[in-house]
C-alpha cells in the first residue's frame, strides 16, 4: 500500500494526476477494510470455543436430574443456534470472516456435542472412529457451504484421527478408505485457497496439516513388510519437498512441506546408516512383494508426475532423485548390507558437509548450523552403534564443537563488516 507521502511524490513528479491518486488511496483503503483482522479472527474462534465449553459445564452440573424429552431437547439447542448462528453470517456476506469462522467452529462443537449425547441418552452402541466419522461428514459440507478455513482444519483433524483409530487399531487388516475420499474432498479447497490467500494463516496452517496428517495415516499400510515403509515414507518426503518449491513463504515456518519433508529425509538416512536397519531389511521374507511394497513404488512416481505437474522438475530433480537412490540402496542392502549401511553413512555426512559449504558461501547461518547438525547426528550415531573409547570419543566432541563456534564467530564477523 502506498503511503500519502509517495502518493504526492508522484503527482509532484507528473508521474500520476490528483484525481488518479485519490482513486488509488481510496481503492487501497477499501481493499484494506477488506481484508480479515487476524487477531479478530482469533479471538472469535477462541470465544466460540469458551461459550461451547462453558455451556457444556452448566449443563453437566444438571444432567442427571434432568428427564429423558428435557435431555433430547438440550442436545440439539446449541446445533440449532449454531445453524442460525452461521445463517446470519452469512447473511451478513462472506467478508466477516471473523463472524463466520468463529460461528462454524461453534456449529461443529455443536454438533459432536448433540451427537455423544443422544447416544449418551437413548444407549446407542458404536465405536469411537464411526462417531468420528460421522462427525466429520456432517461436518465437511460446511467447508463449502461458508467457505470456511477452520472447518477445513477441523474435518481434517476429525479424519485424521478416524485413519489412525481405523487403521493402526486393525493392523494388516482393515484400510481407512473413507479417510483418502474426505483428504481427496478437502484438496479443492485448499487449492483455492493457496490460489486466493497464499499468505493468509489458515494457508499456512494447511500447510502443515495437510503433509502431518498423511504422514501420521501412511503408517496403516504396514502389514506384513512393513520395512517397506521406511522408503515409502522417503518418497513422501520426497513430494513434501518438490511441493516445498512452490509454497514458499516468507519464513520458515510458513512452509510446512520443507520443515517435514526434509525432518522425514532426516530421519530416514539417520536410521539406515545402523546396522539394526539393514540387518532387519535383509531378514524381510518375499522381499518384493506386499502392500507396502506396491505403495512404495506409487510414491515413487507420483513424485515425478507432481514434479511434472507444478513444472519445477529442474528444481526438484535433486530431490526426486535422491528418493530414487535411496530405493536403489534399499533394495541394494537386502543384498549386501554391510556396504549400504558405509553409503548410507557417507551420505548423511555429505549433506551435512554440503549445508554446511552452502551456508558458508551465502553467509546464512542457519543453514550451515544445520549442516553442523547433520554431521553431529552422525558423530553421535555411530558413538552407539560402535567400539569407541571414551577419551576418543570426548576428543571428536571437542574438536566439532570448537569448529562449530569458531564457524558462527568467522560468520559474525563477517555479517558486521558488510
Not at 542457519?366 to 570426548?394: H, P, T, W
Request: some cysteine; proline content about 2%; charged content about 15%.
Amino acid at each position: 500500500m502506498l503511503t500519502k507521502e509517495e502518493l504526492e511524490e508522484l503527482v509532484s513528479a507528473g508521474i500520476i494526476s490528483q484525481e488518479k491518486a485519490a482513486e488509488i488511496d481510496a481503492y487501497f483503503h477499501q481493499k484494506e477494510s477488506e481484508r480479515p483482522n487476524r487477531i479478530l479472527i482469533a479471538f472469535g474462534i477462541l470465544g466460540a470455543l469458551l461459550v461451547g465449553l462453558g455451556i457444556i459445564l452448566l449443563v453437566a452440573h444438571n444432567w442427571d436430574h434432568l428427564s429423558r424429552s428435557v435431555k433430547t431437547m438440550i442436545a440439539f439447542v446449541p446445533v440449532i443456534t449454531s445453524q442460525v448462528l452461521v445463517g446470519y453470517a452469512l447473511w451478513k456476506g462472506r467478508h466477516h470472516r471473523t463472524l463466520i469462522e468463529s460461528t462454524v467452529v461453534l456449529l461443529i462443537l455443536s454438533v459432536g456435542a448433540c451427537m455423544a449425547l443422544v447416544s449418551q441418552i437413548y444407549n446407542i452402541p458404536g465405536t469411537i472412529s464411526t462417531f468420528m466419522m460421522t462427525w466429520v461428514l456432517l461436518s465437511a459440507p460446511l467447508v463449502y457451504i461458508a467457505h470456511s478455513s477452520m472447518a477445513s482444519l477441523l474435518v481434517l483433524l476429525g479424519i485424521t484421527y478416524y485413519g489412525m483409530d481405523v487403521g493402526y487399531n486393525h493392523r494388516g487388516g482393515q484400510l481407512p478408505y473413507a479417510y483418502w475420499g474426505i483428504i481427496l474432498v478437502l484438496l479443492p479447497y485448499y487449492w483455492k485457497l493457496i490460489k486466493d490467500y497464499p499468505k493468509s494463516n489458515f494457508t499456512v496452517f494447511h500447510h502443515w496439516f495437510f503433509p502431518g496428517s498423511i504422514a501420521l495415516t501412511l503408517g496403516v499400510f504396514g502389514a506384513e513388510q512393513e520395512f517397506w515403509l521406511f522408503p515409502a515414507y522417503m518418497s513422501l518426503s520426497v513430494i513434501c519437498l518438490v511441493l516445498a518449491e512452490k509454497v514458499r513463504g516468507e519464513s520458515l515456518f510458513q512452509n510446512g512441506y520443507q520443515v517435514l519433508g526434509f525432518a522425514g529425509v532426516f530421519i530416514i538416512l539417520l536410521l539406515s546408516t545402523f546396522d539394526f536397519f539393514w540387518d532387519e531389511v535383509r531378514e524381510m521374507d518375499r522381499f518384493f512383494a506386499g502392500r507396502e511394497f506396491i505403495l512404495t513404488l506409487a510414491l515413487s512416481v507420483l513424485s515425478v508426475i507432481v514434479s511434472l505437474l507444478l513444472k519445477n522438475i529442474s528444481k526438484s530433480s535433486k530431490w526426486i532423485i535422491s528418493g530414487f537412490l535411496f530405493l536403489t540402496l534399499f533394495v541394494f542392502g537386502r543384498y549386501f548390507p554391510t556396504i549400504a549401511q558405509v553409503v548410507a553413512n557417507l551420505a548423511m555426512m555429505f549433506l551435512g558437509v554440503f549445508y554446511l559449504r552452502a551456508g558458508a558461501r551465502t553467509g546464512r547461518l542457519a543453514k550451515m548450523n544445520l549442516g553442523f547438525l547433520i554431521i553431529m547426528a552422525v558423530v553421535l550415531s555411530r558413538f552407539f552403534d560402535s567400539e569407541i573409547s571414551f577419551v576418543l570419543r570426548g576428543l571428536i566432541f571437542v574438536i566439532i564443537g570448537m569448529a562449530f563456534f569458531a564457524a558462527n564467530y568467522y560468520m559474525m564477523k563477517q555479517k558486521a563488516h558488510e
